[in-house]
């Protein structure tokens, strides 16, 4: 059996297998893929991506699928491998459950612990956004505005506060990424009185069409109307640029992204997933 690692060069020969979304993170800083064939078909294939949690080299895993157990052995074994060669501790795993067990029991059975769970991950369309108790008052705070509207040098700015303090979103990779990563014309921010911005709400557009959130931020001391505007303003600008059945991809990944997910969208549920982990 071949493993082989994904990269730029070659991912368009697993498309059909992955999906396009999966792979349109493959050659980004912090993320990794492997891939198992024998005699040309595709056996297993997984894709993780590595990120700092409490001064520890953690790796998570987003995409894991097998034929059979042999296969499983061989690719986690060649994933095991690769995390020790970079020092990682512990592999947490946050996959797309399956409608058979398989998966979760090979997981097992590799050491994870695995539970049937709900995902931080909420899929909405645009009409359910519009139609949110937020949007019957449609005032924005002056200052609101989609990141094409600023300067280069004053998003990169506040890249660069957000990155001391920590706060990346779901990009650990952000100081590598461009602004035209984002979606600009839908991507919102705020400029404060000496125009300097302290406020992004940002979303990269998938292969898919679907719109996912990367970050969202407020060092403006005005959180209580500051973030809430930059989604209203986001979803204007979205009325604009996409019709009703577009989908959202919502990611409640830290507590004030929770706490504003739980109140804009109270009946809002995760996707389905295994999640667990091992210490390495």
Not at 53 to 69: G, M, R
Not at 192 to 208: C, M, Q, R, W
Not at 235 to 252: A, G, Q, S, W
């Amino acid at each position: 059996m071949n493993i082989i690692e994904l990269d730029q060069g070659n991912i368009d020969n697993f498309r059909e297998y992955f999906g396009n979304d999966i792979l349109d993170n493959i050659g980004r800083a912090y993320y990794c893929g492997l891939i198992a064939v024998e005699e040309f078909e595709i056996k297993a294939g997984m894709v993780w991506r590595y990120t700092n949690q409490d001064n520890d080299l953690i790796s998570i895993i987003e995409w894991f699928e097998t034929a059979d157990n042999a296969s499983a052995d061989e690719i986690l074994s060649a994933y095991t491998e690769k995390v020790k060669d970079v020092a990682v501790k512990k592999s947490k795993i946050v996959v797309r459950a399956t409608k058979t067990k398989e998966e979760k029991d090979i997981l097992k059975d590799a050491g994870f612990t695995v539970k049937l769970t709900e995902s931080d991950k909420v899929i909405v369309t645009l009409s359910e956004l519009s139609a949110m108790p937020l949007m019957k008052d449609r005032k924005i705070p002056r200052g609101v505005t989609n990141i094409g509207e600023v300067t280069v040098r004053q998003f990169k700015e506040c890249v660069n506060k957000c990155q001391l303090l920590g706060k990346r979103g779901v990009c650990d990779d952000i100081s590598f990424l461009s602004v035209s990563f984002f979606e600009q014309d839908v991507s919102t921010c705020f400029v404060d009185a000496n125009e300097d911005v302290t406020g992004l709400l940002l979303f990269h557009l998938l292969p898919s069409g679907m719109l996912s959130i990367q970050l969202m931020i407020c060092l403006d001391k005005n959180i209580g109307a500051v973030l809430p505007g930059m989604m209203k303003k986001f979803v204007e600008l979205m009325e604009e640029n996409y019709p009703p059945d577009t989908k959202i991809l919502l990611n409640r990944h830290n507590e004030a992204s929770l706490l504003l997910s739980e109140k804009l969208l109270p009946r809002g549920f995760g996707i389905p997933v295994y999640a667990g982990n091992r210490d390495e």
